[in-house]
Structure formats: structure tokens, C-alpha cells
């Protein structure tokens, strides 16, 4: 059962990617231009993070959940110069977000790893 779960996600995934390249593609050679991505695209990686947070199969979700909705809106605030970010001086906030996804799934890992045992045992 759980493998089919896995499997319907994978194909879910596999499918939303082709289309999303085969729009994109379209859009560079020059075929569709009715709808632009470039105030819209961040907002991907901040839906993709929702979505791992909240149909999370593993724990370990959680922080990588997180980490997309950072890095939409780290991708947000130098494209908007939010408080003069640009790609060039907000780098270093990549690196606190990857410290936070890291710190974050230690400390679920650590929490969980109890509950595993009481279900084995």
C-alpha cells in the first residue's frame, strides 16, 4: 500500500515537472507569452515547501518544507530588492536557511526516533 502511495507521488511530481518545463520551454522559444513568470516563479518553491510541510510522509519533511518556502522568498527579496537584497549580498541568508533545515530536521530526527522504537518494539 505504501508503495503505491510512493509511486503515485513520484508519477504526480514526474507529471507537474513535463508540464511545467513544457511551459517554460514554450515561453523561451516564443510561442506562449501570455502569462509572465517572472514576479510569479519564487512562489513554486514556496508552494512546493507548503505542500512537503503539510502532507508530510516523514518527518523529515518538515525542514525540507521549510527550506523551499525560504528559498522562494530569499529568491523574492532580491528580485523585489527587499532591504537592498540582491543575489550578490543576500547569499549568506542560503546559508542560515540550510543551518535552520539542518538544526530542524536533527531536532525532529531526535524526537522521532522514540516513537520509532515504541512501534518496533
Known amino acids: 500500500m505504501r508503495g503505491e502511495r510512493s509511486n503515485r507521488k513520484r508519477v504526480t511530481w514526474g507529471a507537474v515537472l513535463i508540464v511545467v518545463g513544457l511551459y517554460l ?15 510569479v516563479w519564487p512562489a513554486v518553491f514556496i508552494i512546493i515547501g507548503l505542500i512537503q510541510m503539510v502532507s508530510r510522509a516523514n518527518p523529515r519533511q518538515i525542514g525540507s518544507g521549510l527550506f523551499f518556502v525560504m528559498l522562494g522568498l530569499w529568491f523574492y527579496a ?44
Open 25 to 39: 520551454l514554450s515561453a523561451q522559444m516564443g510561442l506562449l507569452e501570455w502569462i509572465s513568470w517572472r514576479p
Open 78 to 121: 532580491c528580485i523585489q530588492h527587499w532591504y537592498g537584497l540582491t543575489y550578490r549580498t543576500g547569499w549568506p541568508l542560503l546559508l542560515v536557511a540550510s543551518g535552520l533545515d539542518t538544526i530542524l530536521v536533527a531536532m525532529v530526527d531526535r524526537r522521532s526516533a522514540p516513537e520509532e522504537e515504541e512501534r518496533h518494539a
